[in-house]
């Protein structure tokens, strides 16, 4: 089975510029989330879609969105980007309907904010 | 919210010797993963291990829920070890993990 793809692999933009990234989950995994590691906060939960909607949350700005497609790809947009954007994004994937919910992650964006 | 403490917070072998990394949450858990960070970045699994013990390998991991914490035991440490280790938890259904800040473990040859 492939596992968690996320393209592109690495990005730069400018400040004030929107960009978007992509995850494609593991065949089958209905569950995507979002996380991004910075040298500063660790890695930080941003939010989770299951079945196209967001299921929650973490405390990050509204510049930060996302969204989850029928076949249980996602993206997530970040708008308005700052240089305190510039980080490694990784997405993660994992069934849902049972007490099993192990993750499984992506390689990650590397996205630098000039 | 769920705090995730990991000790040590950096850790230098030689190859060859045996390491204890832990990891202490602050409420109970239904999920505890182990991560390897790679050295391009990439999560890898280790365990999933919300409670009991499991091996693989040179690795084994033990999660005590009732006393919250987990230990990940790594035995005859070899260079292509080093990395940061990860353990992350959740305590409900859905896919909020909550990461301690690791423990960098560098392997001298």
């Known amino acids: 089975k492939a596992g968690v793809t996320q393209t592109p692999r690495y990005l730069i933009k400018t400040r004030g510029q929107q960009v978007t990234l992509s995850c494609s989950p593991i065949s089958g995994h209905r569950s995507v989330s979002w996380y991004q590691q910075t040298p500063g906060q660790g890695l930080q939960f941003l939010f989770e879609y299951f079945s196209e909607t967001q299921r929650n949350k973490g405390n990050f700005p509204g510049r930060f969105s996302g969204r989850q497609f029928s076949n249980s790809r996602s993206e997530m947009n970040v708008s308005t980007l700052e240089l305190g954007d510039s980080a490694l994004y990784l997405c993660?994937?994992?069934?849902?309907?049972?007490?099993?919910?192990?993750?499984?992650f992506g390689p990650g964006t590397r996205l630098t904010v000039l | 919210g769920i705090q995730v403490e990991q000790s040590p917070p950096d850790l230098i072998l030689q190859e060859g010797a045996n390491s204890t990394l832990r990891c202490n949450f602050s409420d109970s858990v239904n999920n505890l993963q182990w991560f390897h960070q790679n050295p391009w970045g990439q999560l890898i699994n280790l365990f999933y291990i919300p409670s009991g013990t499991k091996q693989n390998g040179r690795l084994s991991a033990t999660t005590v829920a009732t006393e919250r914490y987990s230990l990940l035991y790594i035995s005859s440490s070899q260079t292509t070890d080093s990395g940061v280790y990860f353990c992350?938890?959740?305590?409900?259904?859905?896919?909020?993990?909550?990461f301690g800040q690791g423990t960098e473990l560098s392997v001298k040859p």
């Open positions: 993660a994937s994992s069934l849902v309907g049972s007490s099993y919910n192990e993750q499984f």
């Open positions: 992350a938890v959740a305590h409900n259904q859905g896919g909020k993990l909550i």
